[in-house]
């Protein structure tokens, strides 16, 4: 059997979304992006609340994953309840019914001449 892996909350703290892009698009659209593991038996209803530096916290945005799924979710995207500002730092706050894997990732490609990519992972308990 699998075991269950991840935890409630999650929480990153520099999330930044880049107005500009190059190169092709779709692939090259500067964006922040998580990605989210459900390894459970049950389906994992995901809250996000996103923190400004001078503003009071949106959110919460819903994302559900099916059991022993994944989802990514681009921050790009997110409209409902409303959208996340470009150009403006950002944190986030995650919160699950049940535990999950959370990785958070960040593509800059504002820059024609070159472009970053971030990501952190999640170490698992043995």
Same mark, same amino acid.
């Given at each position: 059997?699998?075991?269950?892996?991840? &935890?409630?909350?999650?929480?990153?703290?520099?999330?930044?979304?880049?107005?500009r892009s190059t190169g092709?698009?779709?692939?090259?659209?500067?964006?922040?992006?998580? +990605?989210?593991?459900?390894?459970? !038996?049950?389906? +994992?209803?995901?809250?996000?609340?996103?923190? /400004?530096?001078? !503003? &009071?916290?949106?959110?919460?945005?819903?994302?559900?994953?099916?059991? &022993?799924?994944?989802?990514?979710?681009?921050?790009?995207?997110?409209?409902?309840?409303?959208?996340? /500002?470009?150009?403006?730092? /950002?944190?986030? /706050?995650?919160?699950?019914?049940?535990?999950?894997?959370?990785?958070?990732?960040?593509?800059?490609?504002?820059?024609?001449?070159?472009?970053?990519?971030?990501?952190?992972?999640?170490?698992?308990?043995?």
């Open positions: 059997m699998m075991k269950e892996i991840g &935890k409630i909350d999650w929480a990153f703290s520099a999330g930044r979304i880049p107005f092709k698009e779709p692939e090259m659209v500067s964006h922040d992006k998580i +990605a989210i593991l459900n390894t459970t !038996e049950e389906e +994992a209803v995901v809250e996000l609340f996103i923190f /400004y530096e001078d !503003e &009071k916290p949106v959110g919460p945005f819903e994302i559900k994953i099916e059991p &022993k799924r994944l989802k990514k979710v681009g921050f790009n995207f997110l409209i409902d309840p409303t959208c996340i /500002y470009l150009e403006r730092n /950002y944190s986030c /706050y995650i919160r699950s019914n049940v535990k999950v894997v959370v990785q958070f990732s960040r593509m800059n490609t504002g820059m024609a001449a070159n472009a970053e990519m971030g990501t952190m992972a999640f170490p698992v308990d043995s």
